[in-house]
């Protein structure tokens, strides 16, 4: 029985001087670092980093002129009409289709032959 007792407390002595060893390394780390952490100059917190990509994202997509948050919705369009369909989604304004001019260099109709 005190055999398992002595194991026991030399088990716990290894493993807080393993964990011991752990801190005092990564405290080295830390010193080597060109300013302190605790300083807040322009670090970003770990919870926060995961917020920064989709926080810069949203501030230059409200920015432009021609796209909204309800454009980017999921299964959604923006308008069923053919033409101008992001920009002036209205019934009453007229659609206007792409049309080439007729010219001698585009030969359309073959008029210019």
């Known amino acids: ?3 398992k007792k002595a194991h026991l407390a030399l ?5 807080s001087n393993m964990a011991l060893s752990l801190v005092v390394d990564a405290s080295t780390y830390m010193d080597a670092m060109p300013f302190p952490a605790s300083s807040g100059g322009g670090l970003i917190e770990d ?4 917020l920064m990509e989709s926080e810069s994202s949203r501030r230059v997509l409200s920015q432009s002129r021609y796209i909204s ?3 980017m919705n999921k299964d ?4 069923n009409r053919r033409g101008p369909s992001y920009y002036n989604c ?3 304004a007229p659609v206007r289709p792409y049309t080439r001019g007729c ?3 585009t030969r359309c109709g073959g008029r210019y032959n």
């Open 1 to 3: 029985m005190e055999t």
């Open 11 to 15: 088990l716990i002595l290894l493993l």
């Open 47 to 50: 919870n926060e980093e995961m």
């Open 69 to 71: 948050y309800a454009a």
């Open 76 to 79: 959604s369009i923006p308008c």
């Open 90 to 92: 209205q019934k009453h």
């Open 103 to 105: 010219s001698k260099f």
